[in-house]
């Protein structure tokens, strides 16, 4: 797929993997069979968003938007068709998932300036090709031209109370950023699972929260049903963290782009961590590593097989089922249409999802 601004020269992951057995992955039936159009007409507003840009931007930032699932404005698109149907999607909708992709990529590039990432989806960080100066700038200017974006898809007074709704989601994106920076390994680990929590609902959940609002809101749904499927947007976003969290395991460093372990390297107070900790105890090297009493080896093989002989990937999993699960619950209030079903998909992939 291509336009103006950028290729998309890597098809999403066809496959993924669930049980024992192949299946395909959803977003590319999705994409493909329900929201062709839609998706069409995100991509064309994105790039236009992105062509005040075109002098600031290089191909790694433009390979972030080309190589990203999209999985939330899918999650936007679907939402609004939970209430419109198969009536034509206006272009506030294509505006919104544009505005929705920017703010998604400016937090990429901010996170891997704070984690000192080298990489990002396989290719080198906007950081590491081009400076922290740059990068942050970069990020700064993808939340800026994403709330002009947004702006200039609102042209009622009923709608501008989603201009707040985008400005608090950016608020508590950079809050839980720095809650996860202030957290303290050394607290115990019931303080630990409830500000881990408290984290990924501010700085994941409430975006794929808002995405699904947004598209309900444009679709001129009641406050019930706006507010039922953010519900279901924030579940589905925790069940998404908290698998990105188990990835740092679980990847092949070659599919991840990153080195395995680099949430222990970090000292990144994340679910499995925490539950590993719990159980190895806090004499273990794995708990002196996060609390800071002694530096991490260079081959962390030996602390990666102590995590994985723990009970905390299998908790970490059922956290997350147990996230997507819940987050069908809330899907249960619609009509039973390709829509809802479609979500209800999204939701599981995000537990069944290979990467």
């Known amino acids: 797929m291509k ?3 950028y290729e998309i020269d890597e098809p999403m992951g066809q496959w993924l993997y669930a049980g024992e057995k192949w299946k395909e992955n959803p977003l590319t039936r999705i994409h493909d069979k329900l929201l062709s159009k839609d998706m069409a007409d995100f991509e064309a507003a994105l790039a236009l968003a992105l062509k005040p840009q075109t002098k600031y931007l290089t191909d790694t930032e433009l390979q972030l938007y080309a190589r990203g699932k999209k999985i939330r404005p899918m999650m936007l ?6 209430i419109l149907g198969e009536e034509e999607l206006t272009h506030k909708i294509a505006k919104a998932c544009a505005s929705l992709e920017m703010l998604h990529v400016a937090t990429l590039i901010h996170d ?3 984690d000192d990432a080298l990489l990002r989806r396989g290719l080198m960080s906007v950081n590491a090709k081009r400076g922290t100066n740059a990068a942050i700038l970069v990020g700064d200017m993808q939340f800026v031209q994403a709330i002009r974006t947004f702006v200039d898809a609102i042209d009622t007074q009923s709608e501008m109370g989603l201009i707040k709704v985008v400005l608090d989601t950016a608020f508590n994106i950079c809050a839980g950023e720095l809650d996860e920076l202030e957290t303290d390994p050394n607290w115990s ?3 630990l699972r409830q500000r881990y929590f408290e984290v990924i ?3 994941t959940a409430i975006m794929f929260g808002m995405a699904c609002e947004t598209g309900m809101s444009l679709a001129k749904a009641g406050k019930t049903e706006t507010r039922r499927i953010g519900f279901y947007g924030r579940r589905v976003g925790r069940a998404f963290q908290i698998m990105d969290d188990l990835f740092d395991f679980l990847q092949d460093e070659k599919d991840s782009g990153k080195q395995v372990g680099v949430d222990l390297i970090k000292r ?6 925490i539950y590993a900790m719990e159980e190895l105890g806090p004499q273990h090297t794995v708990s002196r590593i996060m609390r800071a009493e002694i530096p991490a080896p260079t081959d962390l093989s030996n602390e990666i097989d102590a995590i994985m002989s723990t009970q905390a990937i299998e908790r970490s999993y059922a956290d997350a089922r147990n ?5 069908l619950e809330y899907l249960k209030h619609f009509k039973k249409n390709a829509y809802r079903d ?3 998909e999204i939701a599981m992939y995000t537990v069944d999802r290979k990467i």
């Open 77 to 82: 698109q679907l939402s609004s068709r939970l």
């Open 342 to 344: 479609a979500l209800e």
């Open 201 to 203: 609902e501010r700085k």
């Open 3 to 5: 336009n103006s601004l």
């Open 268 to 273: 990144r107070a994340t679910l499995p961590l």
């Open 323 to 327: 996230e997507a699960l819940d987050a």
């Open 112 to 114: 891997d300036i704070i």
């Open 189 to 191: 680990y019931e303080v």
